[in-house]
């Protein structure tokens, strides 16, 4: 053991997962947990939850977990954290890109900067941190899952004008990532709908019933049950799926 860091676990895979101190990027780390991988917990501000899930995973699974705080937005700062994982592990298979932000307001109210920290984080940042793993994903291959949202794909909301946007782009930046990294990195796209987490903890009453009764499957979904999508995609038996986006939406209308 060095730093925290158990070096007998390498030849499992070393799994980077963005904004995964909360919500869904933690349910995914959890997942990639249970399978015995190294995981790497990346977030911004939320020092407390990274070191929580880092003690709660490396208890219950005995794996290998690496907390750095970086924020995806600057290159510099991903550019750190890249070189800190390959310091430790001296590599990357799979890279999640999940940190996200959603500013909720109104169409009128909604500013330019907003625009701007919302495609930054949402969009900018997916591809600093892709380009940054990609040079050391491509020398062995690798998976990387870009986290959407069906925002950019068939729900709409005047209320989140910019982070539709930022989806939808990132959506596109998935088809270009596949494109440039092929054939040695396979990169697809996961677009829930809605889920149980913080980004919707402060939803009016009203418009999670509206929701909930367009939703087939009647409920949000929970993290976990998008967690088990993109494990499945880094698995062998999605080795040959590439360039896709996958809806976990429990349907939609
Ligand atoms: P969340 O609970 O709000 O958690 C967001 C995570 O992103 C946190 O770990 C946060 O770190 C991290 N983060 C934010 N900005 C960052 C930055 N600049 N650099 C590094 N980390 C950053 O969000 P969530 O609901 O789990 O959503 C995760 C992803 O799924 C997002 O991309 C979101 O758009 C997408 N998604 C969510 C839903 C939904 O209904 N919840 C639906 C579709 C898609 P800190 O804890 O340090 O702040």
Redesign the pocket.
């Known amino acids: 053991m060095i730093g925290g860091i158990n070096l007998n676990s390498t030849s499992k895979r070393v799994v980077l997962i963005?904004?995964?101190?909360?919500?869904?990027?933690?349910a995914i780390a959890e997942e990639f947990a249970k399978l015995g991988d190294n995981i790497v917990i990346?977030?911004?501000?939320?020092d407390n939850?990274?070191g929580r899930v880092k003690k709660e995973l490396e208890k219950k699974y005995g794996v290998s977990v690496l907390c750095i705080r970086?924020?995806?937005?600057k290159e510099e700062e991903v550019s750190e954290m890249v070189d800190c994982i390959i310091d430790t592990y001296g590599r990357i298979d799979v890279l999640v890109n999940?940190?996200?932000?959603?500013i909720d307001k109104e169409f009128d109210d909604r500013t330019i900067k907003d625009w701007k920290d919302t495609l930054t984080?949402?969009l900018i940042?997916p591809f600093i941190v892709s380009r940054c793993c990609g040079r050391y994903m491509l020398k062995r291959g690798g998976k990387i899952i870009n986290?959407?949202?069906?925002?950019g794909i068939n729900s709409f909301f005047p209320t989140s004008v910019d982070?539709d946007s930022s989806?939808a782009g990132l959506i596109n930046l998935t088809h270009n990532l596949a494109l440039q990294y092929k054939p040695y990195i396979n990169v697809n796209c996961v677009?829930?709908?809605?889920?149980n987490?913080?980004?919707?903890k402060d939803l009016p009453l009203d418009l999670i019933e509206e929701e909930k009764a367009r939703i087939y499957k009647g409920r949000?979904a929970e993290?976990k049950e998008i967690a088990k999508v993109v494990v499945f995609l880094a698995s062998d038996a999605a080795d040959y799926i590439n360039d896709v986006v996958i809806k976990v939406d429990g349907g939609y209308q």
């Open positions: 963005t904004g995964s101190s909360r919500g869904i990027g933690k990346n977030y911004i501000v939320s939850e990274a970086a924020d995806v937005t999940n940190a996200g932000i959603a984080t949402n940042g986290i959407a949202s069906t925002n982070y989806k677009a829930p709908g809605w889920v987490t913080d980004m919707n949000f993290p």
